[in-house]
């Protein structure tokens, strides 16, 4: 089996699903100049929605794919609601405040819902039931399933068409001039708190599918799985250029790459048994079991936060999120 | 009743008092212009009408309704529109979207016959139509804000220095063209530091000094006045 094509398979799986992530997170910072660091948690609320569905009609002999997507349809409106909630509640009141009260409160807004979560659906881990019947497919010596597949395409469907509502449509010309200059476009006739809230309920709507996606890809969903997976698609979106649409689509999924490549290759590369005489015992142990590995493929979220440090460092715009030609 | 009637209008920041007790009309069809030194309370005026800054005190009447109260965005609805200082265009947005936004409060279908007249009234935007606005020179800035505002077909229209920071020909460029837009029925209240070129486009004038209006007259007796022509004109005691 090639590992480089394999990885690069699964990596784009997990990095379309952190593109959808990341573009919750651009959209609202572009608009509001907010992280909403409670974004993971409504991909986890999604999960969860769609979990609960799947679950109780796993059993009613209904088609696979007709579960899921009833799951999905269940799990967007609560998740545009939430997302919606949240903005209305929680951040609206923050508008003119200083830009740390609302990010304490962004945390403070993610631990309430990883909490609610936890009242509802358990501490558990709650295993998807196994509907979907997995094949396998060979592409250049590695193998690629259905439900990647369909993440993926469903994924760029996804990502072309949110393209087309941001730069193509009444809406989203309004939501780019907000982000632009609020003041100007309320003098223009922009409600610019309907233009929030519906920045809030699409990027809400996005981490419910992603939510579903990874709860079916992973097959577990659990009431703390949102913070990593949310920090991850934060780092993709800080990575394309925060606040950039078409950055936070490129960011997610060259994380994702980047990630499944390093977990890929680090066992490989770590194993001290291929640099032989260093001492007797390790000799004597590469004898035994043939590797000695410093750090295996549980390493994987190291990856991603060393890119975040990277980006940072080297280029804290972003791959794409340079602004030129703001004044004349 | 006049189109727009401003009484006893007071603006505050924190404990200073930027503007303390404005009364002032503008007529349907008239091109009013109100001028005065950096800092005399203007430009804090013009935003307190729109509702873009709190009034303190006093009343603002559009068309016979108070409006201090509304949002920003109904007004627009109605026919009142700013362009602000410093031209406020969406940087990132080209210039066709920029335009299109001016019309984003109108429903009825006629946007693009207006898109039309906006290129005739401004060939240099038709060529740019599909460049972004922050790529323009500042009078093509200056162009674009106020083509947006006639998008949406206003009855008043609100200019906060139109002139400011371009060079004098596009100065005077820009200043033919709001005498052009007075000349085609929309209401304007110009605002403007270039007193000379405001009073001689407009039919009447405020001046205003620190946050009271010190004279109100026609332009004609406002560019005889020995005051302002001292203060405003740049001519010397003598």
Known sequence: MDTFIQQLINGLTLGAVYAIVALGYTMVYGIIQLINFAHGEVVMIGAMVAFTVINALAGSGLPPLAVVLIGTGCAIPVCVLVGYAMERLAYRPLRRAPRLAPLITAIGVSIILQNLAMLVWSRNILAFPQIIDIKLYNIAGATITNVQIVIILTCILIMVALAALVYRTRLGTAMRATAQNPQVAGLMGIDINRVIAATFAIGAGLAAVAGVMVGTYYGIAQYTMGSILGLKAFTAAVLGGIGNVPGAMLGGVVLGIVEALGAGYIGTYTDLCKISGISDWLTQRCANDGHFVLFGSNYQDVFAFAVLIMVLVFRPSGLLGERVGDRA | ?238
């Open chain 2, 1 to 238: 009743m006049s189109l727009l009637e401003v009484e006893g209008l007071e603006v505050h920041y924190g404990g200073i008092r930027a503007v303390k007790g404005v009364d002032l009309v503008v007529d349907e069809g008239e091109l009013v212009c109100l001028i005065g030194a950096n800092g005399a309370g203007k430009t804090s005026t013009l935003k307190a009408i729109c509702g873009l800054l709190p009034s303190h005190s006093g009343s603002v009447r559009y068309s016979g309704q108070e409006i201090s109260k509304k949002p920003v965005y109904e007004l627009p609805r109605r026919g009142l529109v700013l362009v602000p200082e410093g031209r406020g265009v969406f940087p990132q947005l080209t210039v066709a979207e920029n335009l299109a936004m001016g019309a984003y409060a109108r429903r009825d279908g006629d946007v693009a016959r207006d898109l039309e007249r906006m290129h005739g009234l401004f060939p240099r935007l038709a060529e740019r139509r599909s460049q972004t606005a922050g790529t323009l020179s500042g009078g093509e800035q200056q162009m674009l804000a106020i083509g947006r505002a006639l998008m949406s077909r206003p009855r008043l229209l609100l200019l906060d220095e139109p002139s400011m920071g371009l060079a004098p020909l596009m100065v005077a460029k820009i200043l033919e063209i709001v005498r052009e837009i007075a000349r085609q029925g929309v209401t304007i209240l110009l605002v403007e530091q270039n007193a000379k070129l405001a009073l001689e486009i407009a039919g009447r004038g405020y001046v205003m000094e620190s946050g009271v209006l010190a004279l109100a007259a026609d332009s004609k007796s406002l560019l005889a006045d020995p005051r302002v022509r001292q203060a405003y004109l740049g001519e010397g005691a003598a």
